[in-house]
């Protein structure tokens, strides 16, 4: 068995796919026998947290400092970034990361979508992947810098190295690490041993019911939840959850609820909502919470050992 867990993205709402694998941690060992994590966004952030050694536990207490954080200060006007990535920077470097560590220094092997702005090779723009299958190209990258660079949101944060937020390509990372697991896994993993487990931020309840003759200021109207934002992170977001459930069958599973009402991905003061929805699974959806439940005593499998990545000689 090849057992990866993905991350999907979604600013804040992060806190609720922590929560979540808290919960799950307490009932099952999930992280124990992982083979792959990837995440987008801030399933990045939770991907690398994890892979440096934080517990979901940890994770969530860490979300609660950082959102207030991050989304917050002086907007800069329609022209500008809402926010600075200088607050974040800061943070992971004196509070999370402290060791400023690298990919190569990530326990699990990772994968983490971006988009480059500009390819010398190309001559163009392109979808790229930070990852740690190569331990001497993982040591060139700090985990400071790529959490920076998969979490820099069009509109909400500026650029970073050239890079900018996964989420704009791949939302839900599913694909993302299904494909470069059997692609670039020195262990070439078949299509047929892979498992796959992933983690939503919540299905956003959005929808236009009618016509609309929007140029640029309608599309990017606040008054509208950033309807394109919206469409570019979230309308997608099912494709990679079809496309795995055609390709992999009972071997993949995803859990993810529905959002009582749309939040936004700056919305840090709605964190308790985020908290209390998470909590509120195994009660207003016991099938879903149940069949999560059986289905990861099936990923967990044997305890072979730990599947961690080895550490180079």
């Given at each position: 068995m090849?057992r990866?867990?993905?991350f ?7 806190v ?8 799950l ?8 026998h ?11 952030l939770?991907?690398l ?11 969530l207490?860490?979300?609660k ?6 989304f ?9 970034a ?5 607050h974040?920077r ?5 509070h999370?990361?402290t ?9 699990y092997p ?6 480059k702005l ?6 163009s ?11 001497v190209?993982?040591?060139q990258?700090?985990v ?5 660079a998969?979490?820099a949101?069009?509109v909400f944060?500026p ?9 704009v ?7 993302v ?8 896994d020195?262990r070439k ?7 796959l487990?992933?983690?939503g931020?919540?299905?956003q309840s ?18 509208f ?8 992170t979230?309308?997608?977001i ?6 795995c ?5 009972y ?6 609820t529905?959002a ?5 991905i ?7 909502t985020?908290?209390a929805l998470?909590?509120?699974?195994p009660?207003?959806?016991?099938l ?6 059986l289905w ?10 730990s ?7």
């Amino acid at each position: 068995m090849y057992r990866i867990i993905s991350f999907d993205g979604g600013g804040v709402r992060g806190v609720y796919t922590v929560k979540l694998l808290e919960m799950l941690a307490k009932e099952i060992t999930v992280l124990k026998h992982v083979h792959l994590l990837t995440g987008t966004s801030t399933g990045a952030l939770i991907a690398l947290g994890l892979g440096l050694g934080y517990s979901p536990k940890d994770l969530l207490e860490l979300y609660k400092h950082i959102a207030p954080l991050i989304f917050s200060g002086s907007k800069k006007g329609e022209d500008k970034a809402r926010y600075e990535s200088a607050h974040l920077r800061d943070f992971l470097l004196q509070h999370v990361f402290t060791s400023n560590p690298t990919l190569a220094d990530v326990s699990y092997p990772i994968v983490i979508p971006v988009f480059k702005l500009y390819d010398q090779n190309t001559k163009s723009w392109k979808p790229t992947y930070f990852h740690n299958f190569d331990r001497v190209k993982a040591q060139q990258y700090t985990v400071v810098d790529v959490a920076l660079a998969a979490s820099a949101a069009p509109v909400f944060f500026p650029s970073y190295q050239g890079y900018i937020d996964g989420g704009v390509f791949a939302a839900n990372p599913s694909m993302v690490g299904l494909c470069q697991a059997l692609s670039l896994d020195p262990r070439k993993p078949c299509l047929e041993d892979v498992w796959l487990f992933s983690l939503g931020t919540l299905w956003q309840s959005i929808g236009i019911e009618h016509d609309v003759n929007w140029g640029s200021a309608g599309w990017m109207s606040k008054e509208f939840s950033d309807p394109l934002l919206t469409l570019m992170t979230d309308g997608a977001i099912d494709v990679p959850h079809e496309q795995c459930e055609q390709l992999l069958g009972y071997r993949y599973h995803r859990l993810n609820t529905v959002a009582e009402q749309p939040i936004a991905i700056d919305a840090a003061h709605a964190m308790p909502t985020l908290i209390a929805l998470a909590e509120r699974v195994p009660e207003d959806y016991p099938l879903l919470w149940e069949q999560t439940l059986l289905w990861l005593k099936e990923f967990v499998g044997e305890d072979m050992g730990s599947v961690r990545k080895e550490n180079a000689s």
